[in-house]
Structure formats: C-alpha cells, structure tokens
C-alpha cells in the first residue's frame, strides 16, 4: 500500500503564495506521474498540475504563470509552488499519484489539504 501525504495548506491573502508539498511513503513501487488536483463542494475534482518523473510538467490554463509544479524522485514527494493566488481557487488540494508496483499500475490520493484565499 501506497500513502500519500500532503501539508503545506492554509489561509492566504489574495496575491499571497502558498507551497503543497506531497510525500509518498510505502515499499516497492515506483510512481509514474505525480500531481495536484483541487475541488470545491459540489464541483468535480479538476487537474492543477502534474510532472512526469521525467519532469514533463502539466498545467490548467488558469494556473500557468502563477503555479509550478516540481518532484523530488529520489524522495517520492512532489510540490506545487502558488503564487498570485486567487479568492476563487479556495478549495480543497489533493494529491495524485499514478503508482506501479510490477506490471500492476493504480492511481493513489491523498486526503487533501485545504487552501483558503481570503482578505
């Protein structure tokens, strides 16, 4: 079993910077794409970003500029850098991760972390 954890969350203002961090923990397995994706009560869970392990990053259009996705292979942990952020990306952060482990491949979450952008 593979456990994703996330921290870094919080309360920021408008324009304000907030850095996720997500760390994998569990024993033989290896992770093909890493990434965050975020929900509000009541809407379908969307992709922020994600990186390959080669480091092929992935962003929404709304993020691009603002947010950057990294990795840290060596550590299984991935992060996302928020900048200028936005009342309107209050929201619940979760982190995904596309797990392989042999010739068996799932896709593992985290529990979430909760980012507020308020005045």
């Known amino acids: 079993q593979v456990q994703l954890v996330e921290s870094g969350g919080g309360l920021v203002q408008p324009g304000g910077s907030l850095r996720l961090s997500c760390a994998a923990s569990?024993?033989?397995?290896?992770?093909?794409?890493m990434g965050w994706y975020r929900q509000a009560p009541g809407k379908q869970r969307e992709l922020v970003a994600n990186i390959t392990s080669g480091g092929i990053t992935n962003y929404e259009d709304s993020v691009k500029g603002r947010f950057t996705i990294s990795r840290d292979n060596a550590k299984n942990t991935v992060y996302l850098q928020m900048n200028n952020l936005k009342p309107e990306e209050t929201d619940v952060y979760y982190c995904?991760?596309?797990?392989?482990?042999?010739?068996?491949?799932?896709?593992?979450w985290g529990r979430g972390t909760q980012v507020s952008v308020s005045s």
């Open positions: 995904n991760a596309r797990v392989r482990r042999g010739i068996v491949v799932w896709s593992s």
């Open positions: 569990g024993s033989m397995f290896s992770i093909d794409v």
